[in-house]
């Protein structure tokens, strides 16, 4: 039920937090006092209902009955669900008619709420978060689709403790009014790497996420279905979590990396690892990639790392690369191009489970 709309009702309000925007609700039976199910206890927020005056000085000492519709979350620090409520009413009958007059521009998310999404993606990105100050943010502009062009600018430490100035294009979409969202890890991020490129790097940015058109394909469903399977290289220590359908698998005979594909044969994913030699640099590792490459649809290079996307007839590509103090790591996916906005979640997958603990601290044995 994890992010799903419910509609449940009717609950008793044991308790009603003023301080936190929330109800503790236990499911009731009849309306008798003490009539509820004593394993049911749940949290719900009402601080995105339209009503939400009455609901906070509403006296719990009553225990009064609720009916509610909202979407099913769960806490970041444990297993626990809430509900974030969209109506709250009286009765079932009440319920039925609120939520038939929800005004969805009420339900649209705020200028600060979106600024806040798409600074998410950058901070997940910096090599140094904690270090971010952030300069001007601001919308540049949105699509009918849902889609929002976000321009930010930041100062930030580098991997050598320098602080430099950036400004990013972000493109975000699906954002909630309670700051939910969803980017594309290959496209939906890039540097402006100054003011006279603003607006070709504007450009390319909505180009890159289909700006104004309809998307293409399904865009979850079966995605977000998906078990993966972990994998650890036993030289260099790097993992990653790969879809459990890329059942094919080579690894390489120096044990530096593994081959995998998916049962249709259509994509394939290589991660691998090496020592890094004296001669390589994060701006050569970055320049030689580019140079064998005649058409990059997305680069970002940032401190230690680099991503890029192309395209070579009918396949996309998507790469990132880590140069640490003693191994380089890498990851490589190739899928069908038709099939781009299917491989979003599975990139982002990739991204945030490849990790590389030894890229610093490598022993040659």
Not at 43 to 71: C, M, Q, R, T
Not at 191 to 213: F, G, H, M, P, R
Request: overall charge negative; aromatic content about 12%.
């Amino acid at each position: 039920y994890i992010e799903k709309d419910v509609t449940i009702g009717p609950v008793k309000v044991l308790h009603n937090y003023v301080s936190e925007n929330k109800f503790s609700v236990r499911t009731s039976f009849s309306e008798e006092k003490f009539d509820y199910d004593n394993d049911a206890v749940i949290s719900v927020f009402y601080d995105l209902v339209n009503n939400k005056e009455k609901w906070i000085n509403l006296n719990s000492d009553d225990y009064p009955i609720i009916y509610l519709k909202g979407k099913v979350k769960r806490y970041s620090n444990n297993s626990q669900v809430y509900i974030s409520a969209d109506v709250i009413a009286e009765s079932h009958e009440e319920l039925i008619n609120d939520v038939a007059n929800i005004n969805v521009e009420n339900r649209k998310p705020s200028d600060s709420t979106i600024i806040k999404c798409a600074k998410t993606v950058i901070s997940n990105q910096a090599y140094s978060p904690s270090s971010i100050s952030w300069g001007s943010c601001k919308i540049l502009d949105s699509d009918d689709y849902g889609r929002y062009l976000v321009e930010l600018e930041l100062d930030a430490q580098n991997r050598f403790g320098s602080m430099l100035r950036k400004k990013y294009l972000i493109v975000i979409y699906d954002v909630s009014a309670d700051g939910h969202f969803r980017y594309s890890p290959s496209t939906s991020c890039l540097e402006v790497e100054d003011n006279y490129s603003l607006e070709l790097t504007t450009a390319t940015i909505k180009e890159c996420n289909q700006w104004n058109k309809t998307f293409e394909g399904s865009q979850t469903n079966s995605i977000e279905q998906i078990n993966y399977i972990a994998y650890t290289n036993d030289r260099f220590g790097f993992s990653i979590e790969y879809p459990e359908d890329f059942t094919e698998q080579t690894e390489s005979d120096n044990g530096d990396g593994i081959i995998l594909k998916n049962s249709t044969q259509q994509a394939e994913l290589i991660v691998s690892g090496r020592v890094r030699t004296d001669s390589d640099s994060i701006e050569s590792q970055y320049q030689s990639e580019l140079n064998l490459h005649n058409s990059i649809d997305y680069k970002l290079c940032k401190d230690n790392w680099f991503v890029l996307s192309w395209i070579e007839g009918d396949t996309e590509y998507y790469r990132k690369v880590i140069v640490g103090r003693d191994l380089i790591c890498s990851f490589e996916i190739s899928y069908p191009t038709k099939d781009g906005d299917n491989y979003d979640k599975i990139i982002e997958h990739l991204l945030n489970s490849f990790e590389t603990p030894y890229i610093d601290d490598y022993c040659i044995e």
